[in-house]
DNA sequence: TCCCTAATCTTGACAATGTAAAAATAATGA
DNA sequence: TCATTATTTTTACATTGTCAAGATTAGGGA
């Protein structure tokens, strides 16, 4: 099914758009219609190939999701130290970067946008995300203890990420020296015990 | 200035339907509209109280962050064990607490909305909750890693919170073990070293 | 080649939003 | 009492997401 209609796979291109009106303004500001617009079409196109804006944010978010899997991925591939301890420090700073250099993406794809549709996609790379971190929590503590060291791992990188972003960290701390103290914590915390 | 106008303080009124909103739906439904409707005014009836939306957003998430202080310093004060871990552990289950059932509000508080506007009385408050957690971990690690100890807690605490009300928390995790074991994690990571 | 059907896109409309300006109303102060 | 000022309402405008009706175009038979 090779579609090349009036503008040829439409359905792409609005992905495509929104990605990059991502990369360029906040969040609260991608519209369906400023999405159109970058597209080239009219408002009203999107309609036949998503069906809601949630929908067309839905699989943004899930594309997000899958550069996300795949920053993290290489981050610990490349890692300096090949041991379970030496990955996760590297994914964990791969979070924070990706976090900060994408940061409208991140807040789409971890944000509380109402109306942002579950696509079975996005479902599917979410939960892939997380099965990422479940391994490599696994790793170090153990597959018993797995699952609450990722969420213990998830959240404070997510936290981290978040109050950064929403300029809540004190800016009188210094931030290079801060990130390497939290991870030093974080492992520190589900080494012990 | 006694003010007894036409509605008898409308400013205080604003304040208290838009909290009242912040309770009955989610954030992203809580605009300026429906605000004025609640409080039984035109739309245009808050413009001479509060200048814009952000304004009257930032008022609101003003009174959250002393809600907010007040439930963990009361939280600490009645923890069982009144040691600096005890009072650290009765303030991270208030904080969940109170992310949990005061979900709009909280969202309002820590959340992305490009449109809040930081009034002067956001500022203050929101800097007392982060002195107040600076001390109690300062209590615990002493001053010189009372910051960094401080942010480790707030991004663990703040990203679990946000993890669970996104429903980003795989949903076969028994939640009430969790809490427990999250917050065992994060004491052991500061008390390390 | 022609034409019909179905997919795709545009146009126009609707309700809702935040904000601004103008008009109306009520309280204050002389 | 009355003019001034503070407060609220009424209109209006530019946005937004979604829907319904058209127009346009592509594809596959004849």
Chains 1, 2 share one sequence.
Do not use: C
Request: aromatic share 6%.
């Amino acid at each position: 099914m090779a579609k090349t209609y009036h503008h040829g796979d439409l359905h792409e291109q609005l992905l495509n758009a929104g990605e990059l009106a991502l990369s360029e303004m906040p969040v609260e500001q991608v519209s369906l219609r400023e999405i159109a617009r970058r597209a080239g079409v009219s408002h009203a196109a999107p309609k036949h190939h998503f069906p809601t804006l949630g929908h067309l944010l839905g699989e943004i978010a899930a594309r997000g999701f899958r550069r996300f899997v795949a920053a993290l991925d290489e981050a610990a591939k490349a890692a300096p130290t090949q041991t379970p301890e030496g990955r996760l420090k590297a994914m964990g700073r791969a979070y924070l970067h990706f976090a900060e250099h994408n940061a409208a993406a991140y807040q789409l794809m971890f944000g509380q946008r109402e109306l942002m549709v579950m696509t079975p996609s996005l479902v599917t790379s979410s939960y892939a995300a997380w099965t990422q971190i479940v391994d490599a929590a696994s790793s170090l503590v153990g597959p018993a203890r797995g699952q609450a060291a990722a969420l213990h791992i998830w959240s404070s990188v997510h936290g981290l990420s978040l109050l950064k972003l929403a300029g809540r960290v004190p800016p009188d701390l210094p931030w290079s020296n801060l990130e390497e103290q939290q991870m030093q914590m974080l492992m520190a915390g589900m080494s012990a015990e």
